[in-house]
């Protein structure tokens, strides 16, 4: 849409007066916090006056509404309930659904205002508000929910935040997650505008970087479901036949030869409901974490005949094996089902992706899309993909794939239309699926069972990968309209076969049967896409959603269609130099490459896997000497345990072991132990593989076993997790409890399968960590020069070893810390406050003086001196995608770690672009960040009462200094019932801090 301000034009005399009496600016900060010097650079956006009301701000875009003249939208009071339908003048009342507490109200045009005027005048309703639609486009409604989203200029003081929001009668929800100096408002009595005249009104303070009202549209699902059958899953594999193109599967029984899924690979299917009594859906494990948005319950079944998309999508990813009806394309994987509103208001898309993350949920498969020809997502809603997609999965992100959509338009971009029905579309339109566009979403077009574009398939720059589905006429569903074709029409004859998937029981669905052959598409080829993925992180859950999407662009199939778009005549079917199809995207997705990838990338090798160079007794090398692990790898070459490469005499300590090398030593060390169970056969570990008797010995004896879809991966690099699991288990050892893993500083990073067996193994002296005795690093590939000092220690513990002096054993009952506090004091700390904080963080090397011995305790900090201190304290893993900000440059001495500090979602930017390196830090900012990036549970504000200047403390983040306090975050400090919360951090500040976050997260004693 084209926008309707510009940051140059100031708004005109009325707007400009009308904030000047709802909050002068003069009055928005104390007069101890001007305004900054970089805000009056900023300058006014201005609507023009006329348009206050009907310009709808989303995610930086401006679209014109109109009001629509015969209805308008109320949300009564719950305490006071009353019957609608007798209201005067009211024709007809629909409420907009469960998860949306509004309700409709149709009314004669000439009467529209008078009854809104009663209908605020009668106490009955906590909201009234117009119906919009885009202007000129009445297909498209648009309702107004009554919250507000207010980015602030990330230099303004919470004072000033408060008394601009209490100016205008908000009241605050929550902080918006993800974003510095947002947060979530809702309207009051008090609120003398309408939520699209705050937020443009908003827009007028240079203090206000974005205001966004709740935006409420109808989404549409993406199905093209037409008559006849086809009784067989030619999507899945397929050798060609009627209508059928050999290759135009996804070759999924190759990959199903690696893996079929995992049920700890949960599939997400948000939909219309999943009828989940079908036997495809049975299975132990199969249903995770059901949730129905619309009824607000555990039951996320259809609820209205129409109701059969979700069951069919849901078939097509992850119907169960179970010999009978269908099978999806990842099995074994578990489903999630969930029944959304139907509407794709803020709080409906942050519950949906919220839920997902906070349940599990590895894929999330979207077959839907807005019922509105543009749709830019609002900040709110940008955000919550965001977080699903960089902090679900522990950190490694959802997968998110979204349908393209069936209009064959673009994604993206300009059309011009002709033809509509009642012109509800003409000339240049903007069409826009903001999901769709999303960075962070896997966008699926579809392909035919001819390998060609389905006539129907959204196309453009922002398709990632296309997956088989049927063939049919373009379509569009809108409020207004209802399914409809796109003009113009198709006249040529569209081949191609539908999609064979699991429809409601009985005759409830599109079919009177079990099944359906005819659904399609690009919601059919959607959940094709989402089940690849399941079965990719199935053979590596290590991976990020940002490496799967890689993964299934890189190996897709490059199908090539040369015929015309048989409405627009062009033609997108061919590749361009970086391998990109408007149509295709990076072509049609191949299960079996994507999991081989996946494998490779895990060290997994191909099903069948060969050796590689394999360890042979010879003479030693001198690669051992000088070694820090030189003396247990020369015991274990002595007890003929370990040897070196045959080929070159080397030993190579440095490199890293895999899972079935580990097992042909446990063989060698541990040659008595007696079988614990019988053997068992692992797919991927033919008889004349090398280890193959050594991989059979441990797994009898319990020293190690393979995984859920049959396999060892016996070329997969062994972890130091996975070592220490397989010694302590196979050797039947106990002892210790989990509070001894407060000793390892990224003790947070030990997976929960481990933690109890490498608090044995620290209590036994077994662990060895070089350089840094406090990092186990648990999840890193493990070397031959680690693994020879894990086994001798456990030879040691068994007592077939006499012990070695190492500096790198981990004992608790010794001091071998690294260094000593007490030896790290700066000229100028001697009597400060601060000095045992400061020396304990600098003999941990997390601090540092300057080169005259001194330490400027009492000096503030910026931004970019405490992402340096940050990623050093704590290690921080990521949770999300990195992000370039203009004022940090490549070479900037900071880059790295601010890229690392923004992953951890220890710090974010100012703004969108800027991450204010040089700006100081507030006291509260930082209490704020430490509770933010170590995750700690907001507590009750009432936990602040201890502080004489609680008050002082941004209302938004209270809850987040209080779960610092709890911490004990100002022990130490010489006034401990003040935060001061607005007083520059020193670097006095930062030491006591963060050697109090080091202590509440177990790190230091």
Request: proline share 7%; net charge negative.
């Amino acid at each position: 849409m084209t926008p309707l301000s510009s940051s140059g034009q100031s708004a005109s005399q009325p707007v400009s007066s009308l904030f000047q009496e709802i909050f002068p600016v003069a009055d928005l900060q104390p007069s101890s916090h001007p305004v900054p010097s970089d805000l009056d650079s900023v300058g006014a956006v201005g609507v023009p006056p006329q348009f206050l009301g009907l310009v709808l701000q989303r995610g930086g875009d401006e679209v014109l509404l109109e009001k629509v003249p015969d209805r308008f939208v109320v949300r009564p009071k719950a305490a006071q309930p009353i019957d609608l339908t007798r209201l005067p003048d009211v024709t007809q009342v629909r409420p907009l659904g469960r998860g949306v507490a509004l309700v409709e109200l149709l009314v004669a045009p000439a009467r529209l205002d008078s009854v809104m005027d009663e209908a605020r005048r009668s106490g009955a309703f906590d909201y009234v508000s117009h119906v919009y639609q885009y202007q000129g486009q009445g297909a498209t409604r648009v309702y107004l929910g009554d919250e507000v989203t207010i980015v602030f200029h990330p230099t303004l003081v919470a004072q000033a935040v408060d008394a601009i929001a209490q100016g205008l009668g908000l009241v605050l929800v929550k902080p918006l997650d993800g974003i510095p100096n947002a947060f979530i408002y809702r309207l009051s009595d008090r609120t003398p505008l309408n939520p699209l005249k705050i937020a443009n009104t908003l827009l007028e303070n240079p203090a206000v970087l974005s205001a966004e009202p709740n935006a409420i549209l109808e989404s549409q699902p993406f199905y093209r479901p037409r008559d006849g059958f086809y009784s067989s899953q030619w999507y899945l594999q397929n050798n060609g036949g009627s209508s059928i193109t050999a290759g135009s599967h996804i070759d999924a029984e190759k990959a199903w030869d690696i893996t079929r899924g995992d049920r700890s690979i949960i599939i997400a299917i948000a939909d219309d409901g999943i009828d989940l009594s079908h036997p495809d859906f049975q299975g132990t494990g199969k249903i995770v974490s059901p949730k129905d948005f619309k009824d607000n319950d555990f039951n996320p079944l259809p609820g209205t005949r129409d109701d059969s998309h979700g069951t069919a999508c849901a078939g097509v990813a992850v119907a169960e094996e179970n010999g009978s009806g269908i099978v999806g394309v990842a099995p074994r994987c578990a489903l999630m089902p969930i029944r959304t509103t139907g509407y794709l208001d803020d709080q409906a898309v942050e519950e949906l992706f919220d839920w997902c993350v906070s349940r599990g949920a590895a894929v999330v498969s979207c077959s839907w899309g807005p019922g509105s020809i543009y749709f830019p997502l609002s900040t709110r809603q940008r955000a919550a993909l965001n977080r699903a997609a960089t902090q679900g999965r522990n950190g490694k992100g959802c997968v998110i794939v979204f349908a393209a959509g069936n209009a064959n338009r673009p994604v993206n971009g300009t059309v011009n239309e002709q033809g509509w029905p009642n012109k509800v579309l003409s000339g240049s339109t903007e069409w826009l699926s903001g999901f769709a566009a999303h960075p962070d979403v896997i966008a699926v077009a579809a392909s035919t069972s001819l390998n060609r574009k389905a006539a129907y398939s959204n196309w453009g720059d922002n398709i990632s990968v296309c997956a088989p589905s049927n063939n049919a006429s373009p379509g569009i569903w809108l409020p207004e309209t209802g399914a409809i074709l796109t003009p113009p029409q198709v006249t040529s004859n569209l081949a191609g076969a539908g999609v064979f998937t699991t429809d409601r029981l009985g005759s409830a669905g599109y079919s009177s049967t079990d099944f359906t052959a005819d659904f399609g598409g690009t919601s059919s080829a959607c959940p094709v896409v989402a089940g690849v993925a399941a079965l990719v992180l199935s053979a590596n859950p290590n991976l990020t959603a940002r490496e799967v999407k890689q993964i299934l662009e890189s190996t897709a199939d490059k199908i090539v269609d040369t015929n015309a778009d048989p409405q627009f005549g062009f033609r997108y079917g061919s590749y361009d130099s970086r391998g990109f199809s408007r149509w295709f995207g990076y072509g049609k997705v191949n299960a079996y490459k994507a999991v081989l990838e996946a494998r490779r990338r895990a060290g997994g090798g191909s099903p069948a896997p060969s050796p590689g160079p394999t360890p042979s007794p010879g003479p030693l090398g001198d690669d051992v000497t000088g070694h820090w692990a030189e003396a247990f790898i020369r015991q274990l070459i002595q007890r003929q345990i370990i040897s070196g490469y045959k080929e070159d005499g080397t030993f190579r300590p440095n490199t890293n072991l895999t899972r079935g090398q580990f097992a042909a030593l446990l063989v060698k060390a541990f040659p008595s132990l007696p079988n614990l169970r019988s053997g068992a056969k692992f797919w991927d570990v033919p008889a004349s593989f090398w280890a193959a008797g050594a991989i059979d010995q441990c797994y009898r004896r319990g020293l190690l076993a393979g995984f859920p879809d049959g396999s060892f991966k016996p070329n997969a690099n062994l972890t130091r997790a996975q070592a220490l699991v397989a010694l302590v288990n196979g050797l039947g050892l106990t002892g210790g409890t989990l509070s001894v893993l407060s000793y390892y500083s990224d003790a947070i990073r030990i997976p929960n399968f481990a933690r109890d067996a490498i608090a044995t193994a620290t209590v036994r002296r077994m662990v060895v960590n070089y350089p840094d005795l406090t990092r186990l690093e648990a999840e890193r590939a493990i070397t031959r020069g680690e693994v020879s000092a894990f086994l001798y220690q456990a030879l040691v513990t068994k007592g077939l070893a006499s012990a070695l002096r190492s500096p790198y054993i981990v004992d608790l009952g010794s001091n071998n810390t690294n260094s000593d506090p007490a030896s790290s004091a700066f000229s100028d700390i001697t009597d400060h406050w601060a000095a045992p904080f400061i020396n304990t963080l600098a003999a941990q090397a997390i601090l540092s003086g300057y080169e005259d011995g001194s330490f400027h305790p009492d000096e503030p900090i910026n931004r970019a001196q405490l992402a340096a201190v940050l990623v050093k304290a704590f290690d921080p893993g990521d949770r999300r995608s990195g992000k370039v900000f203009q004022d940090v440059p490549s070479g900037y001495w900071a880059a790295a770690a601010i890229d690392r500090a923004y992953r951890g979602q220890f710090l974010s930017g100012m703004d969108a672009d800027r991450f204010g390196p040089e700006l100081g830090v507030p006291r509260w900012q930082l209490a704020a960040a430490l509770a933010g990036g170590l995750a700690w549970p907001d507590e009750s504000p009432e936990g602040l009462a201890v502080l004489d200047d609680r008050a002082e403390i941004p209302s938004a983040v209270q809850g987040k200094i209080a779960a610092a306090l709890k911490r004990q975050i100002l022990q130490g400090q010489p006034s401990p019932d003040r935060l001061n919360p607005n007083q520059p951090t020193t670097r006095a500040d930062l030491a006591s801090f963060i050697h109090q976050a080091l202590i509440a997260e177990g790190r230091l004693s």
